[in-house]
């Protein structure tokens, strides 16, 4: 929502923080996707890392679906915080649009899977088959 809200005042620095917050969502709703499905998120250490590894390195179309918005995402964040130098794809908003749209097809798989049993459980065992 407030990497939409962003979206309204259109401006170079606007788009990159909607980048950011597009980013945050899908890791946090894959966080908490996470933790409801019993795999509780370290309190010390990389979380990013924690979370990205759980969705990418299973053999699993869903999961490895919303590892790619994730690694998609965190790539263009770190442009948006760190090459400030030149406005890049951030000069215009069709590049953050697509990165947007990418966030909220993450985010909806996550709440497709949750509310299949079947893709849950598929997921989970997934998941602890690699992170017993």
């Not at 869903?62 to 965190?74: M, S, T, Y």
């Not at 400030?84 to 993450?106: C, M, N, Q, R, W």
Request: glycine share 4%; charged share 25%; hydrophobic share 45%.
């Amino acid at each position: 929502e407030s990497a939409r809200l962003l979206m309204t005042v259109a401006s170079e620095v606007n788009r990159r923080s909607a980048v950011s917050r597009a980013y945050y969502a899908v890791l946090n709703e894959a966080r908490a996707a996470l933790e409801r499905w019993g795999f509780p998120v370290p309190t010390t250490g990389d979380i990013d890392a924690f979370v990205f590894s759980r969705f990418n390195a299973v053999p699993s179309l869903d999961l490895l679906r919303v590892a790619d918005a994730l690694e998609h995402l965190d790539e263009n964040c770190e442009v948006a915080d760190y090459s400030l130098s030149t406005p890049g794809v951030f000069a215009d908003e069709k590049e953050v649009i697509h990165l947007l749209y990418l966030a909220e097809i993450g985010i909806d798989l996550l709440d497709q899977i949750d509310a299949d049993p079947v893709r849950r459980a598929k997921a989970i065992g997934d998941i602890r088959g690699v992170f017993p």
